[in-house]
């Protein structure tokens, strides 16, 4: 590894593995590193034995689980937006060849203590017990006002201007009852708390647009889950790395990020130094350069079948809005099973998760739990979400964010593209890979 | 390096049932992998080619008769063995594999062993793997027996050809002995499980509402 390279990458999380594709395709010379033996970092897909090396230290995976290779657990819980930013990245950059996606069955809320389906279309709305008929009335008002609303266009205003306007006007203009505005804010806009109501409306509005956009893509939920689990999403970008000319390392510890009158420049693993003139890596990587802003626990659960009053979907999202639980934060059940080889046909994976609030965490998701049925086994990690203290600009070192509480990778791409223009300067344009589209079509005999 | 022209190889209009199978390379570094599958597929040959540069995969088709076309996606590994970093997804749901050595280095028959020993681990129990001994145009180099490798391939159940991605020699008898070993019989289905792309999932370049999940 004793040579220059223009890029280190330290770790094979997602956000590395993107940076790491869209740099080597621009022609840099990138070397990408990781500690451990497998690909994803923090948002890497575990076999039983790796997983229970992880939280078990080392134990044999318990035996009437089933095989090893059938097993594919996400360490964090998301689903890609339809219609969102890692989608278009995906497809940009034809990473899609590489995987198979499959649609999330539903999309849940937890509400007075029932279970309620998140309208997927006219007729589930119509049909739906989470609103009466006149709130019903109301609502629709609400959402024509957000379809047609266009910020550079005044006459679609009437006569708010959302820049300005905080969302809570926005809910008390169209008089919406305090569950409708729990539903939309949380299952609809996804805020994990309340604070945007302060906030100016536009935020939210565009929210809310995703949300029904990739609805409106493929019907059914907004969500998007990768066959073989999350971890293919840096697996795919690793191999466009490397496809243009990304050396990959795995299994590498590293012992010194190494500077020179206050730059990086290079990466020491035993008595080898690889040189370089910029470092990108998460914040394991770098723990004197981040700070902690929040603390999320998760906990994998295995279960025996489909949770309870669900449908007997084979995956879903389930949103318990904080105001449900008297809580600040809301709790999120991601779930997961067979169909899309995350593990054997006899189980299902659920991962409760929630941002930490008080010192007994475990209390915190009791009643994301008690919604699961049966739990057949239990993994559960407290994590520090860690951002980076400086912009990595003087040093050259540029730290990502650890993968937040959201459940979807949203903030993932932001981070990505702030990481892409503070390292070269320039804002992520994101081209059609045309020369192998062409290439395609001429082995396709065309 | 030019890569426009034509492959003068086989471009058959597909005929009756086509069958897409996901191909693997595997084996050591410079042992001439990307040369079989640029010789396979655009019969050319670049004494000084360096690594895999921008392609995701190449695909060929292999009119088996007047009924049968294969369609081979092949899968290089863009230098990710170099560290012992290839990704599992690299072979999962490979339904072929070509494991490459080279007849002037002994080293990487151990080396194509131990792949085929990882294959049999970890991809599909049904994969038709294919052992290539090539450079067999450097005969005077030579360290690798015939005898040898064909020893251990019949015992390991595997197909063998001694190659040369330079001369061509066997190269188009490598693949089209794969497409025959294909257990097409057995798939009812002309785009069976895990071997079209999307076949199963949700095409994110298609802009529709079409779900193609059959479940």
Redesign the interface.
């Known amino acids: 590894m004793d040579e220059q390279y223009d890029v280190i990458v330290m770790g094979t999380g997602l956000t590395e593995c993107i940076l790491s594709g869209l740099l080597s395709i621009e022609g840099k010379k990138v070397l990408h590193m990781d500690r451990n033996d497998y690909y994803g970092g923090e948002s890497a897909s575990l076999n039983l034995s790796q997983l229970f090396k992880k939280f078990r230290d080392g134990e044999a995976p318990t035996a009437n689980l089933g095989k090893d290779r059938d097993y594919n657990v996400d360490l964090i819980p998301k689903f890609m937006m339809a219609n969102g930013e890692l989608v278009k990245i995906l497809t940009h950059t034809d990473v899609t060849r590489y995987l198979e996606f499959k649609l999330v069955a539903g999309s849940y809320v937890y509400r007075e203590g029932k279970i309620a389906k998140v309208p997927a279309t006219e007729m589930e709305a119509v049909r739906s017990p989470l609103m009466g008929l006149f709130e019903k009335r109301r609502a629709k008002k609400f959402f024509e006002y957000v379809q047609t609303y266009r910020q550079e266009d005044p006459t679609t205003h009437q006569g708010m201007d959302m820049a300005i306007t905080p969302m809570d006007a926005v809910y008390k203009h169209f008089a919406l009852e305090a569950g409708t505005i729990d539903f939309i804010g949380h299952a609809l806009a996804l805020h994990l708390e309340d604070s945007y109501l302060s906030r100016p409306a536009l935020e939210t509005f565009e929210r809310i647009t995703l949300y029904m956009s990739s609805m409106a893509r493929w019907g059914k939920s907004p969500y998007l889950y990768p066959l073989y689990g999350l971890g293919e999403l840096p697996q795919g970008f690793a191999r466009l790395s490397a496809i243009y000319g990304g050396t990959y390392m795995l299994d590498k510890p590293v012992d010194e990020i190494v500077y020179e009158d206050g730059k990086v420049v290079g990466v020491r693993s035993g008595s080898e130094t690889a040189k370089c003139t910029q470092v990108i890596c998460d914040p394991s990587y770098a723990p004197d350069k981040v700070h902690k802003v929040a603390r999320v626990i998760r906990a994998i659960c295995l279960l025996r079948g489909p949770i309870p009053n669900t449908d007997g979907v084979d995956s879903f999202q389930l949103i318990i809005p904080q105001n449900q639980v008297q809580r600040q934060n809301d709790i999120y059940i991601a779930g997961v099973s067979a169909s899309h080889n995350v593990c054997d046909k006899d189980h299902y994976l659920a991962i409760v998760s929630t941002v930490i609030e008080t010192e007994n965490p475990q209390q915190e998701i009791e009643p994301g739990l008690a919604l699961l049925g049966p739990i057949v086994d239990k993994f559960v990690s407290i994590v520090d979400i860690c951002e980076p203290v400086h912009n990595g600009t003087k040093d050259q070192v540029f730290v990502s964010k650890s993968y937040d509480a959201t459940s979807h990778f949203e903030t993932v791409c932001d981070d990505v593209k702030d990481l892409y223009k503070r390292i070269t300067g320039n804002d992520l344009v994101l081209k059609q890979r045309l020369t192998q589209e062409e290439e395609q079509k001429e082995m396709a005999g065309q | 390096m030019s ?2 022209r ?2 003068a190889t086989q ?3 597909p005929a009756g049932k086509l069958f897409q199978f996901k191909l693997v390379l595997l084996g050591e570094s410079a042992v001439g992998k990307s040369s079989l599958v640029l010789r396979f ?1 655009k019969d050319q040959f670049d004494d000084f080619r360096e ?11 292999i009119c088996l008769d007047d009924a049968t076309t294969v369609k081979f996606e092949i899968w ?1 590994t ?3 063995e ?4 290839l ?4 072979y ?1 749901n490979a339904n072929c594999a070509v494991v490459v050595y080279d007849i002037t280095q002994s080293s990487s028959l151990d080396k194509a062993k131990s792949w085929v020993k990882e294959l049999q681990r ?1 991809a599909d129990p049904n994969i038709v793997i294919a052992l290539a001994g090539n450079k067999s145009d450097l005969s005077a180099r030579r360290v690798v027996e015939t005898e040898e490798a064909q020893a251990y391939a019949d015992e390991a159940g595997l197909l063998f050809f001694e190659t040369s991605a330079k001369t061509a020699t066997n190269v188009n008898e490598l693949f089209t002995s794969i497409a025959k070993k294909m257990p097409l019989d057995m798939l009812a289905n002309p785009r069976p499980r895990g071997t079209g ?9 298609r ?1 529709s ?1 079409e ?1 193609g ?1 059959a ?1």
């Open positions: 890569n426009s034509q492959g471009q058959p209009q597929v690594s895999t540069i921008g392609a995701a995969f190449l695909t060929q088709t290089d863009a230098g990710q170099r560290y012992k970093s990704a599992p997804m690299y999962r970890q792309l999307n076949a199963r999932g949700v095409d994110l370049n802009d509402k779900v999940c479940c």
